[in-house]
């Protein structure tokens, strides 16, 4: 499977990498098939507010395209979200 995590206008550290394959990696157990493909974007943004760090998560089966986005304070509470959010997907498509 590949996984592809894009940084956009900034330089993500090796740890926050590893971080999000490994929940990538937990969430594909859960698939009905193998992915052939999850692309990742990290993006920062101006609101403070809400928090700036935005999880974009594209995954890809023969057939399906899942997708989530999330916004958080911290770029691993955000891919937790997009993570739940993309199992929640995949547990609709299986019933």
Avoid: W
């Avoid at 900034?10 to 098939?33: C, G, M, N, V």
């Avoid at 890809?60 to 997708?67: A, D, S, T």
């Amino acid at each position: 499977m590949n996984i592809n995590i894009q940084s956009l206008k900034f330089k993500a550290s090796d740890r926050l990498y590893e971080f999000i394959h490994d929940k990538l990696e937990r969430l594909t157990k859960h698939l009905p098939q193998e992915a052939t493909g999850i692309d990742v974007v990290l993006k920062l943004e101006q609101d403070h507010e809400q928090g700036n760090k935005i999880v974009d998560i594209r995954l890809n089966i023969p057939g399906h395209e899942f997708f989530a986005s999330k916004q958080a304070k911290a770029f691993e509470e955000a891919c937790l979200e997009a993570c739940d959010a993309l199992k929640n997907q995949i547990e609709k498509l299986k019933k």
